[in-house]
Every structure is written in C-alpha cells, then in structure tokens.
C-alpha cells in the first residue's frame, strides 16, 4: 500500500452547451483485512448497476492490498439546469468526496473496527450509489 490508503480522479467537462461531471476513487485496504467486510459494498443493494469492483494487487515486494474502485459520472444540458446549480453540484460531489476520505483515514487508523468500517460503507453509499 503506498502513503495514503485511497486515490480519487475528477474531471469536469464543459461546453457552451452541457456540463459532466464525474469520479473515479479507489480505496485500499492491507491483504489481511476482514474478507467479511470487504465483499459487503460490491453487495450491497445500493449500488445496483454499478456496483464497486474489488480486485487484490500483489507487489513485487511488499504486501498486497485489497482495491475498492468506485465510480459515477452525471451532467445536463444548460437548458436543463443553471450555472448555479451545476456549481453546486459540483461542491457537493466535491464534499461528499472529502467525507470519503475522512472516513478512510478513520478507518486506517484501526482496520479492525466495525464501527469506522460501517461509517466508510455509509459515506461511500452517500457518495456512490446508484439511487
């Protein structure tokens, strides 16, 4: 696992008439994380239609790491929604991002606990469901 336990990509695109907007976020966990817990987001019902994707990595050196890749994208044409909103938007995806994080960190700073476990799953639903 490299110095942060998670990675998070946006990109805002606009034209004269459209926005999108959308983010890819990893999260890492160590290899001798609870299998129990790390198989509960791809599960989980919120995220129907695109659910997160787990993978493992093994290094050439070093300890492998659980992947959690997370992603969503949506937009409107400027007929359809402001300048205002579409700003708004965009910080509120923006802030459900950094709660990620905090949750993340949270959770690295003891990955036995159910309790930062159940709060990253919640902030994640928040932020990536389907619904």
Not at 69 to 98: M, P
Not at 115 to 121: D, H, I, M, R, S
């Amino acid at each position: 696992m490299g110095d942060v336990p998670w990675y998070c990509r946006g990109k805002i695109l606009c034209s004269v008439s459209n926005y999108m907007l959308s983010f890819d976020f990893y999260v890492y966990f160590p290899e001798d994380f609870s299998s129990k817990k790390i198989i509960r987001p791809p599960e989980n019902p919120e995220f129907a239609g695109l659910p997160p994707e787990l993978s493992y990595e093994q290094p050439l050196s070093g300890k492998g790491v659980f992947s959690l890749a997370l992603s969503k994208g949506s937009g409107a044409g400027w007929g359809l929604k402001n300048y205002d909103e579409a700003a708004s938007r965009i910080c509120q995806e923006i802030h459900w991002n950094i709660e990620v994080i905090k949750a993340m960190y949270d959770l690295e700073r003891d990955y036995k606990s159910t309790k930062e476990f159940n709060q990253l799953e919640t902030v994640l639903v928040c932020s990536f469901a389907s619904g």
